[in-house]
């Protein structure tokens, strides 16, 4: 009787005892991070280069009084970020277009106004073709690797207007040969458009992109002034497909600076 009371008094006194040691200790510490779970702060761009091409589709006055068919376009467009969203950026772009030959021979025979006159191309004409030097703003929104932006840009627009060389039969049989030269314009441009960014890689994206471009030129040394004018509308929608490479700079980790 006696042991099994001591024997008692041994199981509450250390049942007690555990008790009170467990509610002073101190509590576990936290569980280490894994360091290979730990993902890098992602560095901020520096530098964008983006080439394009697609089609050019005239527009307005473009399609309607010079008579422009659909062309192509090419475009360099390289930015400076201020940060994740904006850039300052450049453009560079070159269009060619080349002449509805039919739409031009009637309004040349609507201007002319003479009657029974035929009108040919002894040979094909050249393109319209304009270069176009800008400067604006490019904006992105990132989704993952996903991006949409849109970009506006402001600059010298450098067009030609091609050589001509026509044939015209009057009623009377008589045979006229009309020849120009080329002339070049120059023009305020506008640029204005949107796009797409698939991200294949950090620094690699696929591109689509729509521009609207304007600009209005003036030509001082037009021979043949129908159907065009001493000043041409050269206006475009670009729809063009790139690649975009972006040059990161450095992070900060741990106990470093930039």
Not at 14 to 24: E, G, M, P, R, V
Not at 68 to 86: D, E, K
Request: proline content about 8%.
């Amino acid at each position: 009787m006696k042991i099994s009371l001591v024997l008692g008094g041994l199981i509450l006194v250390t049942s007690l005892s555990a008790q009170y040691t467990d509610k002073d200790a101190a509590p576990p510490p936290p569980p280490k991070p894994n360091p290979s779970a730990i993902q890098p702060q992602q560095a901020p761009p520096v530098f964008f280069f983006n080439v394009n091409a697609g089609v050019g589709q005239p527009i307005g006055g473009y399609s309607v009084n010079g008579c422009a068919s659909t062309g192509g376009n090419l475009s360099v467009v390289a930015g400076l970020p201020f940060n994740r969203r904006i850039a300052i950026a450049f453009k560079f772009d070159y269009g060619w277009n080349s002449i509805d030959q039919l739409q031009f021979l009637d309004s040349v025979l609507k201007e002319s106004n003479v009657p029974g006159l035929q009108l040919s191309f002894p040979t094909k004409p050249d393109s319209y073709t304009y270069e176009a030097f800008m400067i604006g703003i490019n904006s992105t929104h990132q989704f993952q690797q996903c991006a949409i932006g849109s970009r506006f840009f402001i600059g010298d627009m450098f067009a030609t207007i091609p050589a001509l060389t026509l044939k015209g039969v009057y009623p009377t049989g008589q045979v006229q040969i009309i020849t120009t030269t080329a002339a070049t314009g120059q023009a305020l441009t506008l640029d204005l458009g949107v796009f797409f960014k698939y991200n294949a890689q950090p620094d690699l994206a696929f591109t689509i992109s729509i521009d609207y471009i304007y600009g209005n030129a003036s030509f001082t040394d037009l021979q043949y002034s129908a159907p065009t004018a001493p000043q041409q509308v050269f206006s475009a929608l670009n729809f063009d497909v790139g690649l975009e490479y972006t040059v990161f700079g450095s992070t900060s980790g741990p106990g470093k600076g930039h």
